[in-house]
């Protein structure tokens, strides 16, 4: 950054900005071209105007929380034309990241309950500007004095847009515990083992709903599955429509989550919402293209 910044230093305002981004966009790849081109931006200054920001970090925030903030305002656009549900990209616990990305990406992003689906959904539910404002506020505690700079808006106007996306926060079901979560995912995952439909209507809450991402690159649901029974329905024809398919219980997110494989390579990364013990919400990323950071090989279990 500046002459007086170190490449330690360098290093640690990025792992901040990637993470400020994917929470903000919820894909990885615009994630690392938005910070990209806010270190752009900084290469850019002549080497007096650098001098001449006391915060490189500070600058370097503001600037990548415009650009998301632009990114965000065209994503509707490029959404209404995305074939299907559009959802988050998952991202893998870091043990099998690094082995994906081939980057150290695995050891910059903070995988905590701001990055779950459920979490990353809610986001998705705020205005851009909402959205911006509650995760710098709320998520990197940046003070509204600061986030005003990036909304170019009144302090007090990035209060209240924070608190407006705190109501949304909070009409949202309260997360399961992660022992909770996880027993619940065990499971689905034998229910779904054993094309046991019974028991998958017994696991998933009568008004529970399935989402499925395929991009219109492979065969998903281009709709919510409503339902418990529905959904249960769906799962077992998939099932039955992919002989060999293997089910892995992984993180996900941070969160306990389901990976299905066939061949070695991931189809499906699966996300749940649980609520008093059942399943409330499926979230299925099928699209290939978001699925590049897992690995194709893991002999785990």
């Not at 910044?5 to 640690?12: F, K, N, P």
């Not at 492979?218 to 024809?237: C, F, K, N, S």
């Amino acid at each position: 950054m500046g002459a007086g910044a170190s490449a330690e230093e360098m290093a640690a305002e990025r792992r901040q900005l990637i993470n400020i981004a994917y929470r903000l966009l919820g894909s990885l790849a615009e994630s690392e071209d938005a910070v990209q081109e806010a270190y752009a931006r900084w290469y850019a200054l002549p080497g007096s105007r650098q001098d001449e920001i006391a915060s490189p970090g500070a600058w370097l925030t503001t600037v990548t929380g415009r650009i998301c903030l632009d990114m965000l305002g065209s994503a509707r656009a490029r959404r209404e034309r995305y074939v299907g549900a559009w959802l988050p990209d998952p991202l893998p616990d870091h043990a099998e990241w690094g082995h994906a990305h081939g980057t150290d990406l695995a050891d910059q992003m903070i995988l905590d309950e701001s990055v779950t689906m459920a979490f990353l959904i809610v986001l998705e539910s705020m205005t851009p500007a909402e959205r911006v404002a509650f995760v710098l506020h709320d998520v990197f505690r940046y003070p509204f004095a600061e986030i005003a700079d990036v909304l170019d808006r009144t302090p007090a106007a990035c209060k209240q847009l924070a608190a407006s996306a705190r109501r949304r926060v909070r009409a949202g079901s309260a997360p399961a515990s992660a022992a909770g979560q996880a027993g619940a995912v065990r499971h689905v995952k034998e229910a779904w083992e054993a094309k046991d439909i019974a028991a998958l209507v017994d696991l998933l809450d009568p008004a529970a709903v399935m989402t499925a991402d395929g991009g219109g690159m492979v065969g998903a649901a281009l709709r919510p599955v409503e339902g418990g029974a529905r959904i249960a329905q769906y799962m077992v024809a998939i099932a039955d429509k992919a002989p060999g398919l293997e089910l892995l219980e992984r993180t996900v997110n941070g969160a306990p989550g389901l990976v299905a494989r066939r061949d070695g390579v991931v189809m499906t990364v699966a996300s749940f919402d649980v609520s008093d013990g059942r399943v409330t919400r499926v979230w299925a990323v099928r699209n290939p293209e978001k699925l590049r950071l897992w690995p194709r090989d893991d002999a785990r279990r």
